[in-house]
């Protein structure tokens, strides 16, 4: 599903009056989520899921082309933990 495709839905199955609205109100809740991270917290849904930084230690890598061992620098990863609602959802 797009972005588009998830927009049409949301304005479909809420009370929001048409398309532009909807694709306001997922823009808000995907920027809120996006700030809540870069800050380093976490969003926790109930049943549906925790959204959380996680970070990577350095590591060593092997560049394809050359074969040449590489140090891949430490970094934070946005990761996401589907909780017990969503799982059962998903497994029928």
Known sequence: MTKAEFVDKVAADSRIGNKKEAADAVDAVLDAITDTLVA?????????GKFHVAHRKERQGVNPRT?????????KVPRFSAGSGLKKAVKG
């Not at 380093?40 to 549906?48: A, K, L, Q, S, Y």
């Not at 074969?67 to 970094?75: C, F, K, L, M, V």
């Open 40 to 48: 380093g917290g976490e969003i926790n849904f109930t049943g549906f």
């Open 67 to 75: 074969g040449e061992r590489i140090t891949i620098a430490a970094s």
